[in-house]
């Protein structure tokens, strides 16, 4: 019931901005982390940056300073907001929601289809 839709990724030159958010649809009562992952071609899946229910946010060494990432509870979504951008930068962005509860009760996780972020050079 629970499905994360991203939107936002595309092709951007360096050092511009682009901006990701993702919604979460179905029914939620509420959720524990927020947090955006990245996977560059020939490479292992990140983490890139992650918020807390309570607000603690936490970054990835390589995007301190560049990205930010925010919740809005009320519309489950979560944004992530990438300035300076680099080449290194590109890959599938993937969000994900943990601690997911629904009507059953159980908390779950959830990740988001991933959406393609080029910087080009």
């Known amino acids: 019931q629970v499905q994360l839709v991203e939107s936002g990724g595309g092709l951007v030159q360096a050092g511009g901005p682009l901006t990701l958010s993702c919604a979460a649809s179905?029914?939620?009562?509420?959720?524990?982390?927020m947090a955006w992952y990245r996977q560059a071609p020939g490479k292992q899946r990140e983490l890139v940056a992650s918020?807390?229910?309570?607000?603690?946010?936490s970054y990835a060494d390589s995007v301190k300073g560049r990205f930010t990432i925010s919740r809005d509870n009320a519309k489950k979504t979560v944004r992530l907001q990438m300035n300076n951008l680099k080449p290194e930068d590109t890959a599938v962005y993937y969000c994900?929601?943990?601690?997911?509860?629904?009507?059953?009760?159980?908390?779950?996780?959830?990740w988001g289809q991933g959406t393609q972020v080029t910087v080009s050079s």
């Open positions: 918020v807390t229910s309570g607000g603690g946010k």
């Open positions: 994900a929601f943990w601690g997911v509860v629904d009507r059953t009760g159980t908390p779950n996780g959830y």
């Open positions: 179905g029914s939620i009562f509420s959720i524990n982390a």
